[in-house]
């Protein structure tokens, strides 16, 4: 597997379970510092419970998972997101009865090195839609600009490394687009990005390599302009 200026995250050998039910079996990928990585994949086959895992959401996850060359295998989340790895859940899970601005404060973690710093201000400017409604309730808000506040509560933390799970699930075209734009913002930024997505030409547009996951197994691994010329691989995995 090949990474750039070295890996940020390695996953190796990951099986998760739910009871008894094996849901991913021996899961490996790699993203390098500052690369965009797609985990692709049809509804159902494993992306969501594979982000989960990595950052300790599951309680019978089996693996090894390394952050900036630290073990976080065995780490509770709240030692994963202190180590600087941020999660942005497909369900958004913001606070509903707090404020735009509470939210933020809710996710603000110090500085660290060889991560981006933001500021609410900063991430206003990568979010004027949020800038307008700093005092609103998050319950008073659509679900492309809740998606928003949920990228920016993450970034909050500083992380250098963020899991985006389905961020163009269920938003209207012009917000998927402003949501493409921001994702290469923060690769500019120098962010490292792990991105689950059922959206194939959203993710082409954004990631640089691509892992195809299937009834919980990694089918397919390359570069994303080597997926976009296997249409076997296409039509095996991810058309519905």
């Given at each position: 597997m090949t990474q750039r200026n070295g890996s940020a995250l390695t996953v190796q050998g990951l099986?998760?379970?739910?009871?008894?039910?094996?849901?991913l079996f021996d899961v490996s990928l790699s993203v390098g510092k500052g690369e965009v990585v797609a985990l692709l994949g049809r509804n159902g086959a494993g992306k969501?419970?594979?982000?989960?895992?990595?950052?300790?959401?599951?309680?019978?996850?089996r693996g090894t998972r390394d952050l900036n060359g630290q073990d976080i295998s065995s780490q509770p989340s709240y030692r994963i997101a202190q180590a600087g790895l941020?999660?942005?859940?497909?369900?958004?899970?913001?606070?509903?009865?707090?404020?735009?601005?509470e939210n933020l404060e809710v996710g603000r973690q110090p500085p660290r090195a060889g991560a981006p710093e933001w500021t609410p201000e900063r991430l206003f400017e990568l979010f004027p839609n949020l800038a307008e409604m700093r005092d609103r309730p998050g319950g008073r808000m659509s679900g492309g600009e809740q998606q928003m506040l949920t990228i920016a509560r993450s970034l909050m933390g500083n992380p250098h490394t963020i899991l985006l799970d389905e961020p163009s699930e269920g938003l209207a075209p012009v917000i998927v687009e402003q949501m493409a734009r921001t994702i290469t913002r923060l690769k500019s930024e120098g962010l490292t990005v792990l991105l689950s997505e059922q959206n194939l030409f959203f993710a082409r547009a954004l990631s640089d390599r691509a892992y195809v996951i299937e009834g919980g197994r990694i089918r397919y691994q390359g570069t994303m302009a080597e997926l976009m010329a296997d249409e076997a691989v296409r039509q095996a995995y991810l058309t519905v």
């Amino acid at each position: 597997m090949t990474q750039r200026n070295g890996s940020a995250l390695t996953v190796q050998g990951l099986n998760a379970f739910y009871g008894r039910a094996h849901i991913l079996f021996d899961v490996s990928l790699s993203v390098g510092k500052g690369e965009v990585v797609a985990l692709l994949g049809r509804n159902g086959a494993g992306k969501s419970t594979t982000l989960k895992s990595i950052v300790g959401l599951v309680a019978d996850a089996r693996g090894t998972r390394d952050l900036n060359g630290q073990d976080i295998s065995s780490q509770p989340s709240y030692r994963i997101a202190q180590a600087g790895l941020g999660y942005v859940p497909e369900e958004r899970r913001i606070f509903t009865n707090l404020t735009v601005m509470e939210n933020l404060e809710v996710g603000r973690q110090p500085p660290r090195a060889g991560a981006p710093e933001w500021t609410p201000e900063r991430l206003f400017e990568l979010f004027p839609n949020l800038a307008e409604m700093r005092d609103r309730p998050g319950g008073r808000m659509s679900g492309g600009e809740q998606q928003m506040l949920t990228i920016a509560r993450s970034l909050m933390g500083n992380p250098h490394t963020i899991l985006l799970d389905e961020p163009s699930e269920g938003l209207a075209p012009v917000i998927v687009e402003q949501m493409a734009r921001t994702i290469t913002r923060l690769k500019s930024e120098g962010l490292t990005v792990l991105l689950s997505e059922q959206n194939l030409f959203f993710a082409r547009a954004l990631s640089d390599r691509a892992y195809v996951i299937e009834g919980g197994r990694i089918r397919y691994q390359g570069t994303m302009a080597e997926l976009m010329a296997d249409e076997a691989v296409r039509q095996a995995y991810l058309t519905v």
